[in-house]
């Protein structure tokens, strides 16, 4: 039988403000309720503009749901970039720090439900939106466009974590579904993206900058991403690289039509006050006078010494590597106590500005915040063209170009501007774009993966240093924090939580 969720009028209001959450409206809708159970999807077949916005509404609530904690880049940690407090309650987080990753993982499994219910809330309504005519089909189009563009996203955000999945595609519950491929979830991925750009316009209206709802170039941005990871491990159709330069070089010669850009500063990127920028390809949006909170910065990435939870720190040796300049400067906290993180009481570890934000920006009590995550930039989008059109040998001019821009900004330089003291133009750029991106996306939670699709992880994670102890004479007494999982690529995706494999056995890799 059918699964069919109904919508309660009553609760319009409520979804409003969902509404007015994802078109990025700043206005304070206090008397929103949180429970995302109480956002429904409308019986049936659609016959109103209406029911179509609230469905899609329905769904970013669901998103908001599952993206509001750190769980939802729990993958993030495994790279060598990010690590975790190595007692006190991040066991979660550790597992995937140390690469040995319980099928009983409470955040993989939470992770798991929340974008599945996500979606199915895009099934529903997809399946509710067959045979819809609306009067104005510009805006029956752009909804459709964000649901394929939404439900894609959650399908390749679940794959980066493990690899393969199942691809319900109707609200119908198959309770048997096996995994799908790799090969079949990237198509799928493919599918929805392109389906994602041909009916979304080029700047979605009446939203703030930074695509807090989905635009045509945000979908080829993603399709970039996906043909990058597509060319590498464990595809390795390396044919892919060709299309994720031309990808990536679409949603450069159109950048200004779909309002993207880089920012000047760096540093002014990670501000609260720049929560909404140019350079955000997709932005997924929060608002805290609204309950709409953000939960992965501020306190959570603080040590204990300033009162912090200590969730998401930085790798030592990632820190003593990571070259000198502006760039390392908006990357890591080094003013005041936070510069002398050596000598940090509980753990002596780096802490990424990113995420405990600048000097004065987030106060030190809160882990509630405004903040919006940049799913993708459209930096990663130069760097993916010069990767790319390295390693699929059709380096141009603007291959360079786009590598340098980089290079440029990261240096404290105006970045339109060539530079001999920071311009590349010759060497191997692929390697030279994979080097630029370790440093760009620096506790980003995307290191991982590029580490994954390049079959890296063995020399990335045996370089790194792990929280040790030692005597009075510096004789180690204990390895904190060291690898206890495989790095070979049998241990490159987490597993399908156990929850759900008892449920249906069809599940088990």
């Avoid at 699964?3 to 994802?22: H, R, V, W």
């Avoid at 996500?118 to 045979?131: Q, T």
């Avoid at 805006?139 to 439900?151: C, H, K, P, V």
Wanted: with cysteine; proline share 5%.
């Amino acid at each position: 039988m059918k699964n069919i969720k109904f919508f309660n009028l009553t609760n319009a209001k409520m979804l409003s403000a969902f509404i007015l959450l994802s078109v990025l409206s700043i206005q304070s809708c206090a008397d929103l309720d949180e429970d995302p159970t109480l956002s429904r999807l409308a019986p049936g077949q659609y016959t109103l503009q209406e029911e179509l916005e609230l469905g899609v509404t329905g769904i970013y609530s669901r998103l908001r749901n599952a993206s509001q904690w750190s769980t939802f880049f729990v993958n993030g940690w495994s790279g060598d970039d990010i690590t975790t407090h190595r007692v006190s309650n991040k066991e979660d987080f550790r597992e995937f720090d140390q690469r040995s990753i319980a099928p009983t993982n409470g955040r993989i499994s939470s992770n798991w439900r929340d974008i599945y219910a996500m979606v199915r809330a895009a099934n529903n309504v997809l399946e509710s939106s067959e045979g819809l005519q609306l009067t104005d089909q510009d805006a029956q189009n752009r909804l459709l466009g964000e649901i394929y563009f939404l439900r894609g996203t959650m399908f390749f955000h679940l794959t980066r974590i493990h690899g393969a999945i199942p691809l319900p595609l109707t609200s119908i519950p198959d309770f048997e579904i096996g995994l799908s491929t790799q090969e079949e979830v990237y198509a799928q991925i493919e599918a929805d993206l392109l389906q994602a750009e041909t009916l979304l316009p080029a700047v979605y209206p009446n939203v703030q900058p930074g695509a807090p709802r989905p635009n045509s170039g945000s979908a080829r941005a993603l399709l970039a991403r996906l043909y990058l990871d597509w060319a590498g491990f464990p595809a390795k159709d390396t044919s892919k690289y060709e299309q994720a330069a031309t990808s990536a070089q679409t949603v450069m010669n159109n950048a200004s039509s779909h309002g993207f850009a880089l920012v000047d500063d760096l540093e002014d990127l990670w501000l609260l006050s720049n929560r909404f920028n140019n350079e955000s390809i997709w932005t997924i949006a929060y608002n805290k006078a609204s309950e709409l909170h953000n939960r992965k910065y501020g306190k959570l990435g603080n040590p204990s010494d300033v009162g912090g939870w200590q969730e998401t720190f930085a790798e030592i040796r990632f820190f003593e590597d990571f070259p000198e300049g502006p760039r390392k400067e908006a990357t890591y906290r080094t003013d005041g106590v936070w510069g002398n993180w050596e000598n940090f009481t509980d753990q002596a570890t780096p802490v990424f500005k990113k995420i405990a934000g600048p000097e004065g920006d987030i106060p030190l009590s809160d882990f509630n915040t405004d903040r919006n995550d940049f799913y993708m930039r459209y930096a990663e989008v130069l760097l993916i063209y010069a990767e790319a059109s390295g390693r699929s040998g059709n380096v141009t001019p603007a291959s360079w170009e786009a590598l340098n821009k980089i290079r440029r900004r990261a240096a404290g330089l105006p970045y339109n501007t060539a530079n001999a003291s920071v311009d590349l133009t010759s060497g191997d750029i692929a390697e030279l774009a994979f080097m630029e991106r370790k440093w760009e996306f620096a506790g980003e939670w995307i290191r991982w993966n590029d580490l994954v699709r390049t079959e890296r992880v063995q020399q990335a994670l045996s370089n790194r240093d792990p929280q040790v102890s030692r005597n009075s004479s510096g004789v180690l007494l204990d390895v904190q924090n060291p690898i206890l999982g495989s790095l070979g690529t049998d241990n490159y995706f987490a597993p399908i939580p156990q929850n759900e494999v008892d449920l249906n056995p069809n599940l088990k890799k």
